[in-house]
């Protein structure tokens, strides 16, 4: 069966390339594999097209699987188009016209018919038969000759193909298509071994399934071009194994009436739940009614067992071990026992020979992908399952240690609810222990999801789920379960109580909702009065200053409140008190206060409890943001690093997607720009459904491009990075993106923004009480203010944010007080004390270090040396600071140095170069180039490096000339293997 070809060719760009290459080089002789629907004829047909487009010759057979008796009709059948491409009749070879009886359309374009041979020697005419074929080939050429299926073909047909290559006709490829596994003889699709001749070009074309993102295109394409999240391509990659024929099918079979997906993002779970395609379910039934009763019942217990087996347990979930399992069912007869004795592994061979299981490592057996699975499943009448689920549960039994989770399946399945209960809930419990958090959340959540579970069985099992999803990262489904247990009224107060804390954790952590999550946490608040353990829990959780709008008093006071109740606990919860104790660690460190450090000191690091060291492993990446927005950077990589290794030992996945993502934030503040952009887009893909999650790289993505003087892309990844989310945005990452855009609207003439933004932002910081957030918001405001001639407000901030940062140990905060200083005094005409605030800072941002913060503060000291008339000296800084932002990539900051070099009059620091030569660009040239394919015209470009009009025009057009390109729409944004280096300042 051939699957209808997909709406795009996708993930076979290099084995389309090696098509067209070999089509092009003939005599060739090409041969393309693949499973069913794995897209050989769309690859095919992907060439074609494009010989015919330019006119070429393509003539196209087919090999059916339903045929009536016609040799050599796949190749007959293509030779029926070949008409156009065909001499005038006097220049065939006169043995075409032996073909006159099979190809009737071509009768008056060919030669009479020459004198037949005897009519006893077969072989002579079957000779000139082919004879004539390989002449029309030879005359039609060049040509493509295509014979799809070649695995249904018929015994002439594959003759007449292996004598054509043989020796092909000059100015032929001939491309066959085939399924490797269901050739006549394996192997072999000419039916005898093919030995490329001299001078003959062979290719082999082997089409695997798709990866993951070629899934992802290949279901965009299919859904007119939507996007389509990552999450539901690797599920949909795990459930067609990568087969596009069964993507389409699946995909199609989940569209709704207008062509979309229901749920949009709940994709994945919609994959869970679906029905096999009716094609493959077909093409299954097909499989399986042509096997023995033998190999039917091996099929039906791989089917049943869903996973790879060995050839012991199939036979004995088969039934084919006499004895294996009597009692199971009683009543059941087997045909073994009605009809004699059967050899067990007979089955087993004849399934594998005939494709329908495929032998895997280490002696397992299986079908290719889950949907094959399911098909056979579907086949099997429902009263002849249950049996056979009940001798699984008695074959996976008797193993050790006992599959908890494929006895929860089959005990289900095969209508032993008791069972089921008892083996979902020790398979839930079995795989938290042991770390593997998402298995338990899967099971917890198919067992509340099924109607047959008791009533009374769904709060202790709401409970367990809660808990567990709390450290996990799965939490789409889990939040849609609770929410609809706790609109319900059958729960308990305690359980409602804990179950309503367990949601509000895992909405503010995973899901990023943390408006919904602390406000589902203040309503359990009641529901725990006699409960302190678990509220103090919440009120630990509500203690923590990033988010909402309350002011650091009210912070505090609930974690005092927090401390004071479990104290008054006689038996402790150890995974609770961790969880408080780590809030207040946390809250400690975000806070600067003095005594944090040693408070980290007595996080549980080594009990004995998993659940109490994940509880470590979560402060530790809480302790790593924290460090980070007080300029302790070091600090924070040894918290980050500290985190990853108990999280992943204790099986807490969320720290560690945590800390990856914090990692972002960090690499940017300490210098390592390099490849951090596209690290930060894939956070941000990796994070659709959380958008909160994100902010780290909004931020960082915003400020990379600030820095490189692209002003729309700062603009839009500053503003989503929080500033305006006052009760969910992460309050030391949003000032951040705060201070960008002031600098942005201040850098584009637009005082009035900037002022408007400095307000919003400050205000913020005011509420919450906590300075030591404002290291580079409060020099950023000072900066407007003070254009503004709003002196005096600019003085009051900076009052105000030195009491703020008082005591505090935060290192960036304390550097940016003195650029804040040195801003005023430099205002105020004090130029040696702003030279002496400004170089302070500068020694600070290098010890923490911090290089971009750095080079601006020598920036600044430059600007008030020059004012002193210390021209070496405010050449030097300047020339030091351009070095440390072009060595970043910050285009726009360097280009502002050189500017200033320019005025100055002072010889940039030389650096060695390469002459840029031919095609390859200069690294101004690569500048200007960048600029140019980000759509900026000429003057924003030099407005943007600081450059004149006339530089750069000049720059454009040389850009044009190398890359040889005529209009600036042309442009792409250069590699970095296109520039030479580094070049001098002028």
Not at 558 to 571: F, G, N, S, T
Not at 654 to 667: A, G, T
Not at 723 to 740: I, N
Request: proline share 7%; net charge negative.
């Amino acid at each position: 069966m051939t699957g209808p070809a997909s709406p795009a060719l996708v993930g076979r760009d290099a084995q389309l390339r090696a098509l067209l290459q070999a089509i092009g080089g003939p005599p060739a002789v090409i041969l393309v594999q693949g499973e069913a629907g794995i897209g050989k004829t769309r690859l095919v047909r992907a060439a074609t097209e494009r010989l015919r487009a330019e006119r070429r010759t393509v003539l196209l057979g087919h090999c059916h699987q339903l045929r009536e008796p016609f040799p050599y009709g796949p190749v007959f059948d293509a030779l029926r188009h070949a008409a156009p491409a065909l001499p005038p009749v006097d220049r065939l070879n006169p043995v075409t016209g032996a073909l006159r009886g099979h190809l009737p359309e071509l009768a008056g374009q060919l030669p009479p018919a020459p004198t037949p041979p005897p009519l006893d020697d077969v072989r002579a005419e079957r000779h000139r038969l082919f004879r004539a074929v390989h002449a029309l080939l030879a005359a039609a050429a060049p040509a493509t000759l295509v014979v799809e299926d070649l695995h249904w073909a018929d015994d002439g047909t594959r003759d007449l193909l292996r004598f054509l290559t043989d020796q092909p006709p000059e100015g032929l490829a001939l491309v066959v298509t085939f399924r490797r596994e269901d050739l006549p003889v394996p192997g072999l699709p000419f039916g005898h071994a093919y030995r490329p001749q001299p001078g003959v070009r062979s290719e082999v074309i082997s089409l695997a399934p798709l990866d993951v993102e070629d899934v992802r295109n290949l279901t965009g394409a299919l859904l007119g071009g939507a996007p389509v999240p990552k999450g539901f391509a690797a599920t949909l990659h795990e459930r067609t194994a990568g087969v596009p024929f069964v993507i389409e099918e699946v995909v199609r079979s989940l569209l709704d009436d207008e062509g979309r997906l229901p749920g949009g993002a709940e994709g994945p779970e919609a994959l869970d739940r679906l029905p096999v395609p009716l094609l493959l379910r077909e093409a299954m039934a097909e499989q399986l009614a042509g096997l023995s009763p033998a190999a039917l019942r091996v099929v039906r217990a791989a089917a049943v067992l869903r996973v790879p087996a060995d050839e012991p347990l199939l036979a004995t979930v088969s039934g084919a071990v006499s004895g294996a399992v009597s009692g199971v069912v009683s009543g059941e007869g087997t045909e073994e026992e009605e009809g004699g004795a059967e050899k067990p592994g007979a089955g087993l061979s004849e399934a594998v020979k005939a494709g329908v299981l495929l032998e895997q490592p280490d002696g397992q057996y299986g079908f290719r992908h889950a949907l094959a699975q399911q098909a056979a499943y579907d086949a099997i009448p429902g009263p002849d399952r249950w049996p056979i689920h009940r001798r699984a549960m008695a074959a996976l039994s008797a193993l050790d240690p006992a599959p908890l989770v494929q006895l929860a399946y089959h005990a289900r399945r095969g209508g032993d609810l008791e069972a089921w209960r008892r083996h979902g809930g020790a398979a839930a419990d079995h795989a938290a222990a042991v770390g593997d958090v998402p298995l338990a959340v899967e099971v917890l959540e198919a067992m509340l999801a099924d109607p047959k579970l008791p009533r009374d069985a769904r709060g202790p099992l709401a409970l367990r789920l809660s808990r567990i999803a709390a450290v996990g990262l799965s939490y789409r489904r889990v939040v849609r379960l609770l929410r609809h247990l706790l609109s319900d009224d059958f729960l308990s107060r305690h359980v409602r109580g804990e179950a309503r804390l367990n949601l509000g954790v895992l909405l503010s952590n995973q899901a990023g909702s943390i408006a919904e999550g602390r406000q589902e946490i203040l309503t359990a608040l009641p529901d725990l009065h006699d409960r302190p353990g678990l509220a103090a829990r919440g009120l630990a959780l509500l203690a923590m200053p990033a988010w909402g709008s309350e002011p650091l008093s009210t912070h505090e006071a609930w974690m005092d409140e927090a401390e004071k109740l479990l104290a008054a606990v006689e038996d402790q919860d150890p995974e609770l008190t961790a969880a408080v104790h780590a809030n207040k660690v946390t809250l400690a460190m975000l806070v600067g206060s003095p005594d944090a450090f040693s408070l980290v000191s007595t996080l549980p690091v080594n009990h004995p409890s998993a659940a109490v060291r994940r509880q470590a492993a979560r402060a530790y990446s809480n302790l790593c943001d924290a460090a980070m927005a007080l300029g302790h950077y070091g600090a924070a990589e040894g918290f980050a690093a500290r985190s990853r290794t108990i999280a992943e030992e204790s099986g807490a996945l969320y720290p560690v997607y945590l800390v990856e993502v914090s990692s972002v934030r960090l690499h940017w503040l300490t210098g390592r720009w390099e490849g951090l952009r596209e690290r930060a887009v894939a956070a941000v893909e990796l994070t659709p459904e959380a958008p909160l999650l994100a902010v780290d790289a909004r931020l960082v993505l915003g400020m990379l491009a600030l820095a490189r003087g692209e002003w729309e892309e700062a603009a839009e990844q500053l503003g989503e990075a929080g500033v305006r989310d006052c009760e969910s945005g992460f309050l030391p990452v949003a000032v951040l993106a705060s201070a960008g855009l002031i600098e942005l609207h201040l850098a584009r003439g637009a005082l009035d923004a900037a002022l408007s933004e400095a307000e919003w932002a400050v205000g913020r910081l005011r509420r919450k009480g906590i300075w030591v957030w404002g290291d580079l918001l409060v020099p950023q405001a000072v900066a407007a203010l003070l254009k503004a001639g709003r002196a005096g407000e600019a003085a009051g901030l900076v009052a105000e944010f030195a009491a703020g940062v008082e005591r505090r140990t935060a290192p960036s905060a304390h550097a940016a007080l003195g650029l804040a200083l040195g801003a005023l005094a430099e205002h105020e005409g004090g130029h040696e004390e702003a030279a002496a605030r400004y170089a302070e800072a500068k020694a600070a941002y290098e010890a923490m270090p911090r290089p971009h913060a750095a080079a601006r503060a020598a920036e600044a000291e430059a600007g008030v040396r020059l004012a002193l008339g210390a021209r070496d000296e405010a050449a030097r800084l300047v020339g030091d600071a351009a070095e440390r932002y072009a060595a970043l990539g910050a285009t726009r900051d360097a280009a502002r140095c050189r500017r200033l070099l320019r005025e100055i009059g002072a010889a940039g620091p030389a650096r060695r170069a390469r002459k840029a030569g031919g095609g390859v660009l200069s690294p101004r040239e690569a500048e200007v180039a960048r600029l140019v394919a980000l759509g900026h015209t000429n003057r924003e470009i030099a407005e943007v490096l600081f450059l004149s009009r006339r530089t750069v025009d000049t720059h454009v057009a040389r850009v044009l000339h190398k890359l040889g390109v005529r209009t600036r729409n042309d442009v792409r944004e250069p590699r970095p293997d296109d520039r030479p280096g580094p070049e001098p300042t002028f």
